[in-house]
């Protein structure tokens, strides 16, 4: 099986719609990823079927829980997911945050190719970060405990956002240190075809608008 059969039947596994050139498009992200690996070790994961597995088709589980139109991904690595989620939603607007110079630098280089409108890369710890307009989506795959994302990025979030975090095993811990000025909207356990590891996206929103968990400790 090439490497575009295999996305393209992951794709519908999932359920997602896909167009032949949102394929190419991803198909050449990861080519990007994997030659500036060998200089940068931008990721761990070099083998391509690997990489569809564990890289775009993790990315494109969480797509069907996203919502509105302005979305950050906060310590968006090498651009997982929202180098993936912008490809398959030009509709949208996506922000990528990382305090990782050499991972920007990739990130900026990979939207300028995939020729992506609709991504803006800051290179900016999340703490300092002051965005003009505050965010539909705050996003995170891998990047921190709920309550430290929940501390760190409470100000990128819009009264009506949302918190989604993409996590591992079941972060049932993590979930009773939330602080009560937040809560647990929803959670989902999703299944990435060709990859037999524990996924979970957690929908976290505050239903007094805009919160410091801080404040609550």
């Not at 575009?4 to 032949?20: F, H, N, T, W, Y």
């Not at 070790?41 to 990489?51: D, E, F, S, Y």
């Not at 969480?62 to 509105?68: A, C, F, K, R």
């Not at 997911?81 to 990130?107: C, H, W, Y």
């Amino acid at each position: 099986m090439s490497l575009k059969q295999q996305l393209a039947q992951g794709c519908q596994q999932l359920g997602i719609s896909v167009s032949d050139a949102q394929l190419e498009t991803l198909l050449k992200y990861q080519e990007m990823l994997l030659k500036w690996s060998r200089v940068y070790n931008l990721t761990a994961i070099t083998a391509p079927q690997k990489m569809i597995t564990h890289h775009l088709l993790d990315s494109l589980a969480v797509l069907p829980y996203l919502q509105g139109n302005r979305i950050v991904d906060v310590g968006c690595g090498a651009g997982l997911p929202g180098i993936i989620l912008a490809i398959m939603l030009p509709e949208k607007q996506f922000v990528l945050l990382d305090s990782n110079s050499k991972k920007t630098r990739f990130v900026k280089q990979a939207a300028i190719e995939l020729r992506l409108k609709n991504v803006t890369v800051e290179h900016s710890r999340v703490e300092q970060y002051q965005p003009e307009h505050p965010f539909d989506v705050v996003l995170s795959r891998a990047f921190a405990s709920l309550f430290d994302m929940l501390s760190w990025c409470a100000h990128l979030r819009n009264k009506g956002g949302i918190f989604l975090a993409m996590k591992g095993v079941n972060p049932r811990e993590e979930r009773e240190q939330l602080p009560n000025s937040f809560r647990i909207l929803d959670q989902h356990q999703l299944t990435v075809p060709g990859l037999d590891a524990e996924r979970h996206v957690v929908l976290i929103d505050s239903p007094e608008g805009t919160q410091d968990p801080n404040e609550q400790i």
